[in-house]
C-alpha cells in the first residue's frame, strides 16, 4: 500500500516537474519575442508608435503598452500647445529689429524688447 502512494507520489512530482519546465520553456520563448518587439518597434517613428497604443486595452494597460513601444507615458499624453497672440507680437517685432539691425545678438534683441515693455528673456529670443 505504501509503495502505491510513493510511486503516485513521484508520478505526481514528475508532471509538476514537467510541468514547470515547460512553464519556463515558454517564459523564455516569450521573452526572446517580446525583446525584439521592442528593438525593433523602436525604430519606427515617435508618432507612429503613440498610434500604435489602444488607450481601452481590455489586458494591458497604457503604462505596459508604452515600456513594450519604448515610449514615455508622459509623451503619449502631451498635447502639443499652440503659440499665443503674444508671442506672435514678439516674433513681429523681432523680425522688425532684425532687419533694421541685422547684427543684434539674442542678449542686444532682449535688452531693447524689454526696453519697449515686452516681458521676454535671451532664451525666449534664442528659441
Known sequence: MICGLKSKAK???NREEELIKSLYEQIGQLTVERDWLKKNLSCL???R???L???EHANLSVAMQCELL???RSTYYYKKQGLKEEDYKIMKRIDE???EYPYYGARR????LKAEGYEVGRKKISR
Not at 109 to 112: L, S, Y
Open 11 to 13: 508520478l505526481k512530482d
Open 45 to 47: 517613428a515617435l508618432e
Open 49 to 51: 508608435r503613440k498610434e
Open 53 to 55: 497604443i489602444e488607450a
Open 70 to 72: 519604448a515610449l514615455n
Open 97 to 99: 529689429i532684425f532687419t
Open 109 to 112: 534683441m532682449a535688452k531693447v
